[in-house]
């Protein structure tokens, strides 16, 4: 049991030299690509007026083409079935033909 034990504390210190190594390479790595404890987040880019309103004035013209084409679509005359066409739909079986 103690020789376990001896083992044990043998193998944590091995991890913990492990961990130190990893922890030493990830601070140089952070401190090289500017990524540190106290950094700032990088800030958001801001548009400018006159971009903001040349994105919602495109927007406003794909709604208006989007909703011309449907109203035309609405204008138009309604389809209807002929007679002999509404026969075979309907009743396509019907012995009397």
Do not use: C, H
């Not at 987040?41 to 084409?69: D, E």
Request: hydrophobic share 45%; no cysteine.
């Amino acid at each position: 049991m103690p020789n376990l034990i001896a083992l044990l504390k043998v193998e944590r210190d091995k991890v913990a030299r492990q961990l130190n190594g990893l922890n030493a390479a990830l601070a140089a790595f952070a401190g090289a690509y500017g990524v540190g404890d106290g950094a700032k987040p990088p800030r958001r880019r801001k548009l400018s007026a006159v971009g903001l309103a040349n994105i919602r004035a495109a927007q406003k013209a794909r709604w208006a083409k989007q909703k011309g084409t449907s109203n035309a679509r609405k204008n138009a005359p309604k389809r209807r079935i002929s007679a002999a066409g509404r026969a075979l739909r309907f009743f396509p079986l019907s012995k009397d033909r």
